[in-house]
């Protein structure tokens, strides 16, 4: 299990440009490398800020989020034709095994996290399907994001890959957040 689930009461502080200081939707993008025709999966998508930035290279994107209000906060700014809001958590996700070419995940793992959650994350991705994995670290200084304790560092977060069937294909520690991008 993971920790806290995010307040929807401060979703509108996820709307915020400066966020691209810790993700950019450049290495997002590119570190998934979708095809024109994938249909990937957003795990705790929020208001859709980084799901925006992903929706254009994709043909079907299924934001999902386990707080209808996210969703509501997402209607309000737009959503993309492409993207499809789906309420559920992600340890049960309402899609067929292997039905996902990719998922992402940005600043959420260390609320879901756990063998049930990735387990399932591994079951809707198709064999080979990459999972691109953004959060804060365990091993951040703290000068922003949940507290450091609820958070896992990159080694961390690797292992519980491993463990529900992911290849670790790169993971690295930044000052504050970690990135890893794993294949089914
Ligand atoms: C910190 S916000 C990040 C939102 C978005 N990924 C972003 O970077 O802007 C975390 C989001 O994950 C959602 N969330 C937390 N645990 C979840 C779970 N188990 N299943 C689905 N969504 C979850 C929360 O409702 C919240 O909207």
Redesign the pocket.
């Known amino acids: 299990m993971?920790f806290h689930?995010?307040d929807?009461e401060k979703?509108e502080k996820?709307e915020d440009d400066s966020?691209y200081r810790y993700?950019s939707r450049e290495e997002l993008v590119g570190s998934l490398d979708p095809s024109d025709d994938d249909v990937v999966a957003?795990?705790?998508?929020?208001?859709?800020?980084?799901?925006d930035d992903v929706a254009p290279h994709v043909e079907q994107l299924y934001a999902?989020?386990?707080?209808e209000p996210?969703h509501d906060q997402y209607r309000k700014k737009g959503v993309p034709e492409n993207v499809s809001l789906v309420t559920?958590?992600?340890?049960e996700l309402p899609f067929d095994d292997g039905e996902l070419d990719g998922a992402f995940?940005?600043?959420?793992f260390h609320?879901?996290a756990g063998e049930d959650?990735l387990a399932e994350v591994a079951r809707v991705l198709a064999d080979g399907g990459r999972l691109v994995v953004a959060d804060w670290s365990g091993k951040g200084i703290g000068e922003s994001g949940?507290p450091v304790d609820e958070r896992f560092d990159v080694d961390e977060a690797s292992e519980q890959l491993v463990d529900a069937g992911f290849t670790v294909e790169h993971g690295y520690e930044r000052p504050e957040t970690f990135f890893l991008v794993a294949r089914r």
């Open positions: 993971g689930t995010f929807a979703a996820l966020r993700v957003d795990l705790g998508s929020g208001t859709g800020f980084y799901t999902v989020d386990v707080q996210m559920a958590n992600v340890a995940s940005t600043m959420t609320e879901f959650a949940p």
